[in-house]
């Protein structure tokens, strides 16, 4: 299950090159442009430190989604957070 702030991770095979594929879904909430560059380039240069991965071929994407739109055991975040 997903939570608040988390990230996947795929590596799809292309023509016998990897592209890694990382998929952060989070919610808004302090989310501005200047720190979701920061976190595309920190997980780009991850990848290409810790596994060798090309970064030009690194793809990195942010969901932003809003608390009405994220539920956990049956309630939203925005009702889970008011309490």
């Known amino acids: 299950m997903a939570l608040p702030g988390s990230a996947d991770f795929?590596?799809?095979t292309k023509?016998?090159?990897t592209m890694p594929y990382?998929?952060?879904?989070l919610t808004?909430?302090?989310l501005t442009p200047e720190k979701k560059r920061v976190?595309?380039?920190?997980v780009t240069d991850l990848l290409?430190?810790?596994?060798g991965k090309n970064p030009k071929t690194t793809i990195v994407?942010?969901?932003e989604v809003e608390t009405d739109n994220w539920g956990i055991?049956?309630?939203?975040?925005t009702e889970r957070r008011a309490q």
């Open 73 to 77: 055991g049956g309630r939203s975040v």
């Open 28 to 30: 808004p909430e302090g």
């Open 39 to 42: 976190l595309i380039t920190a």
């Open 10 to 12: 795929c590596s799809n």
């Open 61 to 63: 994407v942010i969901d």
């Open 48 to 51: 290409q430190r810790e596994l």
């Open 15 to 17: 023509s016998g090159n």
């Open 22 to 25: 990382v998929n952060f879904k």
